[in-house]
């Protein structure tokens, strides 16, 4: 069997460098062979194992004895779910997902019953662009006060809320003001009235004010992010594409624009935003874009005192850091995610990297971020719709990918996970419509499923479907569900302070304390591949006793004589 995973990882691995060579077409064929015989493989080991395994595994399952009482706070803490709706499932048949799908699956997302152990536990819910747009994507609004056609309507949205509260679930909405698009009515009047001037006129906003709303000017600045304003002598910054025209956020009706439709989506009943493209306000500008950060936090605040705000500054610590003193609730930390992020390093021992140096990055990225703005709130994630996904970044390794997991959701803040990592869902390459591939429900049931977005490849998934997921112990998708279960039964891990355990962490183990309202709880991660043995003596913890675990083999960390003995890849949480 070893010999198998080894061969399956080696061909993986040459499968993922060849893929970076962005050989497309030659790779899914290859892909494909490589993935019969891997199936084949699997059936042979299967019929072999499945006595004595598969009986194993559901004896781990019901030999789980670390089940603690859920302790949910109703606080801006949460367990984040990202939505791609399009993808996400169809309700009505045309196959683009919408509102109603969503809400048809909510139970599987979290169905309010703390009683029931067959969700996922996840208590927020970030839906990408649901305005109406000119793309599958929808990062270009057309009109900021109602739902795209495609999805449902403002109706259809009110009733998710309301499925929603239900269930204990904040939704949150991305709201995309860097931008607008190019076919939304302020900026086609402004051009056409641009259209309209004489050759030396300048343009009069008391004649039409959205000449001011974006950056209309006459010379073409710099080489890209300028384009032309249609038939006239103009040009505008579009940072991104020209379908998307920038706006000038220094304008003030433009300001007053934003705080009317942040108003509107609040009194709908949204918890909070994800604020799109924030580096880009004002591109290269780090103290204006914190001014519009911290006007915008303001504002909300003052509609909702609870409101949660956090934004994508894709950047580095430092600059993540400044843009914290703007008093925004938080930043995506991307300096932890992606393929070449502190987590899946750590995991996969890239480079220098180890659990140490992890544990000190950790810690650094938390007193910077602190130092900005104490009542932050971190919001780590591994992938999202813009990045490759786990499996990807983990190279199909299942163990590595559930590592990765439990690291995540066992960190600081509020954790987001995009949908599908669940089930180990794979991207392609470098193309955005292969990061955001259709939800895989099911490989005999097509309900629900919805088509691939035009532009996407067929991408082969090595994990199963979520239906064939559930009902396998040690599948991805129950490895995450613990994992937000073992969240959800310690709130010490979202909001306690961080320290190290010195003593504990050298290059495979990373020990962390965390105090929270005067609470104090472990959690010990043996990143390796081998099983560790762990002596609580010399930090002297020895009155302290195993809260839960996630192990990516169904075995059992144990504790005895106060020495953990940790399964290869294992988490514990003690208290
Ligand atoms: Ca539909």
Redesign the pocket.
Known sequence: MKRIVLLIAMISLSLFMIGCKGEGYVIREVVEETQQTDSKKDMEDRDQVFDSDIEDNMMKQIDYKYQQELNIIDDNYRNYYEIFLYSFY?????????IQ?LISKLDYINDGDPTTDTDLGFNGIWLMPIMPSTTYHKYDVTDYYSIDS?YGTLDDFKELIKECDKRGIKLIIDLVFNHTSSKHPWFKEAVSYLEGLGEDQEPDPKECPYVEYYNFDKDKKGATGYHKAGRSDWYYECIFWDGMPDLDLDNDEVRGEIEKIAKFWLDTGVDGFRLDAVKEFFTGQKDKNTEVLKWFTEYVRSVKADVYVVGEAWDSKDIISAYYSSGTTSFFNFPLAMHNGEIVKAVRKLGSSTASSFANSLIHIYDLYKSSNSDYIDAPFISNHDTTRVSAQCVNNEEMMKMSAGVLLTLDGSPFVYYGEEIGMNSYGDKDENKRLPMNWSNTDTRGMTRKPSNADIVEQKFPAVDEQLEDSLSILNYYKRAVRIRNENPEIARGETSLIEELIDSNILALRKNYNSSEITIIYNINNEDAKVSLSDPGLTDINIRGYLSVDGREVTLEDNVLEMPKYSIVVLK
């Open positions: 169809d309700s009505d048949g045309d196959g683009i997902g919408d799908g495609d």
